[in-house]
């Protein structure tokens, strides 16, 4: 609060003061004494010509702003026109219905049906509800809502009308904001050689680098200390590089990696891109108690950083809790025995009512076609369930019964061609307490051939190790990457990073390697290369990424201090038809050829440079070692002298130092049987 | 190339040496006898009997006469090489750690451990008279405080100074005439250090999983060898003009030995091109990390120990000569 000009009240004086010190002290002690003798107040009133000159907005802003407005008391009030017209007789019928309908919202405390000279109701209402948030949702849900073929509710916020009666008459165009422009954002697509991205993660994660998985040697694009506070993450096209901070998120994008947008979501743990990348969802488990608005998880607008949705989330959830379809059209999750289905871009529940399914266990989107495949556990004597369902009709396009499960894994096909569900069947269920037991595992697959007609399903029974997917036999964690017709398991951790390429086509294990202690392994986006990695987060020593080709080829060991994580940078979907791939792979010869000729050339320059290298180290160490031996040389006398005369300069110096000895000793001991 | 196991102490191997002319190989470990053995065929000749503790660190004159070694019984020995009796013992307040003979023979540096309140010292004594030696050290210096704990020493060329590496990292020259001289480029603890054949240059093996090779005279930090493991021990071929190559020996510490790959042989000695600064062999074999490795005098083998108790003898086969980088 500054005071303006050089007028300030007069300060009370020293002797003021005291003097009202005084006088106070001595009305407290008549106080006690008497209770009620007054005695002359200190006179704290502006002499008569002051004048004020500072502004009651400057000295009390803040409570200015909490100054009770017209609005106030009516903030929970909401209109609605397009109510029925009915006299007296019908009105308390009307009055329950209305209820009815908008008690979900919240506690309705007022309802006021205005009449007419006749003593019917207007056709238009207010009602009252307990807070503000209610009243929002409220006229959200119920505007437009159609009560019977006559009358259909328009609800709006008594404060809207303010709002409109506000506008101003001129109409004023929005200044739009300056065009950021953030450059080419595909730029990694073009690189001439191919080469893909990828992050690392190292120093124990206070520095992050970009690397062109170039040949021979990686090349480091962008390196920037503290750039994220945890980890990394890579949109799912390759666009953005999503960084994490107390604060919340960053994207970062553009060839040079420049800052593209930023999302206020304090204490951040997960977030999640939609296929597509027009969304983000991230996921803190802060809360802010004094808001009663969901925090727990929201969702943005990538390209223009705005709130969308946010919803409450259980603790600690399930990551990602919102699964997408492929288009970014819609997204669901489950909740409370439902699959409550969203759109884009209102951000609103899909016919404004979740999918109830009862014992459902877990869902998963098709990677093509907005089919939701879900499963329900058997209860009792109900079997259990695959189901497909198809959005937005909800329509019920194939189920499945299955009997004796105890566990569903549903795994679609890169094309959506097929859905196969792996099925965790057992042989005997034993019933403790609230938890089922099972023992005797085996597995079966289902499979849903998508596209023809009726969704036949296919059951495989399948003996034996050698399968391709995801087997968890115990205490061993096998993680596979698939990448077309190649596979690779790993076993973590306790299997001690047993790595194992399978050429998917006829199941041949193609190259059984390992990398000690790997925590880790990623697919490049091309499936040209595979890297494990010993991250410094779960094992101290060792830390490095290994390269290795997709056959199983190690290209590259590279130790790097502190390493903690490496991600490819992943590419959007291939914009070749079929016809093209086609064509390419018969052409493959010509091109082959002239990729040889590159990688030689890249090669021998490499190794150019390593031979100069090598020639200038050799000539300093020789010239030095001239130095020395001349020093050596120089040195003899003395060292003679040391030694009482003898030459100890190398070991055939002094002959006569030594003694001829012949020495037998045992080599070998065979026994051969001469006769038996 | 098959090497051959000398199977003789209970306990890790602290330290390994061979002679001047090669044919025998002394060996130290935590057990409190060294023994000596012949290296063509891994006999062993004897051991020396008389220390109580561990045996941290062993030398033999160059007309392998004498051997000394420095215990953890506080005790410093000089035997007689053919014997095995002990001429004469040392008593001193702590641990010896440390212990060279000059390059003359008539005199021993040794260096003590930093203990109980006893400083960490150096001390040269005169041993001209080996059935005589006069306790009396001709130069006592403290080490700690002014610096941290000495751990290995090793003399100059021409006896004219001594070369201690310590516990920070740190090499001193200490110069008689000159003053002390301080080179410190590794961050952790030196384990060993050893000379060129010709005593001109040094290399220095140290816990902060490098080597590195020095000049004698101005402690010029000239090259350096990067591992990922702490190295316990380094050494330098005697053809290091033919076949500039360098030998390191390492691994984990005990305590993080489970984490490590401990199946068979995992732990291995480490050659690299002296110049080039690059490895180019590993040789495994070992059990459990190398505590201690040098070459042969005539630059035809080498030889390890380990924590698993173990020396192994190797002899070079073809493949070594014949590799070459190209330049």
Redesign the interface.
């Known amino acids: 609060m500054r005071v303006q000009g050089g007028h300030t009240p007069p300060p009370l004086s020293q002797a003021a003061a005291a003097n009202m010190a005084k006088k106070n002290k001595a009305k407290l002690l008549d106080n006690e004494d008497d209770g009620g003798q007054e005695e002359e107040e200190p006179d704290f009133s502006d002499p008569e010509d002051f004048v004020d000159d500072i502004t009651d907005e400057e000295l009390l802003g803040d409570l200015l702003r909490q100054k009770p407005k017209e609005t106030d008391g009516v903030e929970s009030v909401i209109i609605v026109d397009g109510v029925p017209s009915v006299g007296a007789e019908r009105l308390d019928k009307l009055k329950n219905v209305v209820r009815k309908i908008f008690k979900e919202y919240g506690t309705l405390i007022n309802e006021f049906y205005p009449t007419n000279e006749e003593g019917k109701t207007k056709g238009y209402i207010f009602l009252e509800f307990k807070d503000r948030a209610a009243a929002e949702e409220a006229v959200r849900q119920r505007n437009n809502y159609k009560l019977d073929k006559q009358h259909t509710f328009l609800c709006n916020l008594f404060t809207d009308f303010e709002k409109y009666d506000n506008i101003p008459e001129e109409f004023v165009a929005p200044v739009p904001e300056p065009y950021k422009d953030l450059g080419n954002m595909s730029y990694y697509l073009l690189d001439e050689n191919c080469f893909d991205q990828f992050s690392i993660i190292f120093d124990g994660g206070t520095t992050t680098a970009i690397y062109l998985n170039a040949v021979p040697e990686a090349i480091e694009i962008a390196k920037r200390e503290r750039w994220t506070e945890t980890y990394v993450r890579w949109s799912p096209r390759g666009t953005y590089l999503a960084t994490f901070h107390g604060k919340g998120i960053a994207l970062w994008g553009g060839e040079e990696f420049r800052q593209v947008q930023k999302f206020s979501h304090s204490g951040v743990q997960f977030i999640d891109f939609s296929p597509c990348e027009k969304y983000i969802v991230s996921f803190s488990p802060h809360v802010d108690q004094r808001s009663e608005e969901p925090q727990s998880i929201i969702i943005w607008d990538t390209r223009s950083g705005q709130k969308k949705r946010a919803f409450n989330a259980e603790r600690p959830p399930i990551w990602p809790v919102f699964k997408w379809s492929s288009d970014d059209r819609y997204f669901a999750r489950i909740w409370e025995e439902c699959v409550s289905v969203y759109e884009t871009p209102s951000f609103g529940l899909l016919d404004k009512k979740s999918i109830k399914v009862a014992g459902i266990k877990d869902f998963s989107w098709s990677p093509t076609d907005n089919i939701l495949a879900y499963w329900i556990a058997e209860d009792k004597d109900v079997p259990a369930k695959v189901s497909l369902l198809s959005i937005p009709s909800r329509e019920e396009v194939r189920t499945k019964n299955l009997f004796n499960v105890a566990d569903c894994k549903m795994h679609w096909q890169k094309c959506g061609d097929y859905l196969c569900v792996k099925v965790a069947r057992y042989a005997k269920a034993k019933r403790e307490k609230t938890e089922v037991k099972y023992s005797g595992i085996y597995y079966n697959f289902e499979i849903f051939h998508m596209r023809e007609k009726g969704i036949p399903v296919d059951s495989l029974e399948i003996k034996g190790e050698h399968t391709g997917l995801c087997m968890g036999t115990g205490k061993q964690q096998v993680r596979n990457h698939q990448r077309g017709s190649l596979w690779s398991w790993l076993g973590l951790r306790s299997m001690?990073g047993a790595l194992e390429f399978i050429d998917t086509k006829d199941f041949q294990v193609m190259m059984s390697t390992e990398h000690?202690?790997a925590t880790d392994i990623e697919w490049d986006p091309t499936g040209r290369y595979v890297a494990s990695c010993v991250s410094w987060w779960g094992?101290?020593?060792?830390n490095?990424y290994w390269l290795w080709s997709f056959q199983g080829k190690i290209l590259k060991r590279q130790?790097v201090d502190k390493f903690c994580q490496l991600l490819w940078r992943p590419r959007p979907p291939s914009l070749l038809s079929t016809q093209d791939i086609k064509d390419i792979k018969k052409n493959m010869k010509k091109y082959a050829a002239n990729f040889e000729v590159q990688d030689k050339m890249r090669y021998s320059k490499a190794?150019r440079e390593?031979?100069e290298k090598?020639?200038k180290?050799?000539q300093t160490?020789t010239e030095?070692?001239k130095k020395?031996?001349e020093?050596?040389e120089r040195?003899k006398e003395?060292?003679l002298r040391?030694?009482n005369g003898?030459d100890?300069d190398t070991?055939t110096s002094n002959e006569n130092d030594y003694e001829e000895e012949t020495v037998e000793?045992l080599v070998k001991k065979e026994t051969v049987l001469v006769e038996d | 190339m098959k090497p051959i196991m000398l199977q003789g102490h209970e306990r890790s191997i602290t330290q390994i040496k061979f002679n001047?002319?090669?044919d025998l190989l002394f060996s130290a470990s935590k057990d409190p006898k060294p023994n000596v053995w012949y290296s063509i065929?891994g006999?062993r000749l004897g051991s020396y009997d008389g220390h109580s503790g561990t045996v941290w660190c062993i030398d033999v004159k160059?007309?392998s006469s004498l051997f000394i070694s420095g215990s953890a019984d506080q005790t410093m020995r000089i035997w007689d090489v053919e014997t095995g009796t002990s001429n004469t013992t040392l008593e001193m307040k702590t641990s010896v750690r440390g212990v060279s003979f000059s390059?003359?023979?008539?005199m021993i540096a040794y260096t003590t451990d930093k203990m109980m309140g006893h400083n960490s010292e150096l001390n040269i004594i005169d041993v001209r008279e080996p059935n005589n030696v006069d306790s009396t050290p001709i130069m006592k210096t403290q080490v700690t405080p002014t610096y941290t704990k000495a751990l290995s020493v090793l003399w100059g060329?021409?006896?004219e100074y001594v070369v201690t590496g310590h516990e920070d990292g740190s090499i001193i020259k200490w110069d008689m005439r000159t003053g002390k001289e301080v080179g410190q480029e590794h961050s952790k603890q030196i384990k060993d250090m050893q000379l060129s054949h010709?005593g001109?240059?040094l290399i220095t093996a140290s816990k902060d999983t490098t080597a590195r090779l020095w000049?004698i005279s101005n402690l010029e930090a000239?090259k350096m060898y990067k591992t990922?493991?702490p190295v316990n021990s380094a050494a330098i071929s005697p053809l290091?003009?033919t076949y500039?190559h360098v030998v390191m020996g390492g691994g984990?510490e005990a305590m993080?030995v489970t984490?490590?790959?401990s199946r068979i042989g995992k732990f291995d000695a480490r050659f690299f091109h002296?110049?080039?600064e690059e490895e180019f062999a590993r040789v495994k074999g070992h059990f459990g990390p190398i505590n201690s490795i040098c070459f042969h005098?005539?630059g035809r083998g080498y030889a390890s120990g380990g924590e698993d108790g173990y020396v192994r003898v190797h002899v070079f086969d073809d493949a070594y000569y014949q590799f070459k980088?190209?330049?």
Do not use: C
């Open positions: 001690n000690f202690m094992h101290k020593v060792d490095a130790t190794s390593i031979i090598r020639q180290q050799m160490f030095y070692r020395i031996i020093q050596f040195d003395q060292r040391l030694r003898q100890t070991l000793f | 001047r002319e090669g065929n006999e160059w007309d390059y003359s023979g008539t060329p021409l006896d010709d001109m240059m000049d000239m990922d493991r290091v003009d500039p984990q993080d984490t490590t790959s002296l110049v080039f005098p005539n980088f190209d330049f």
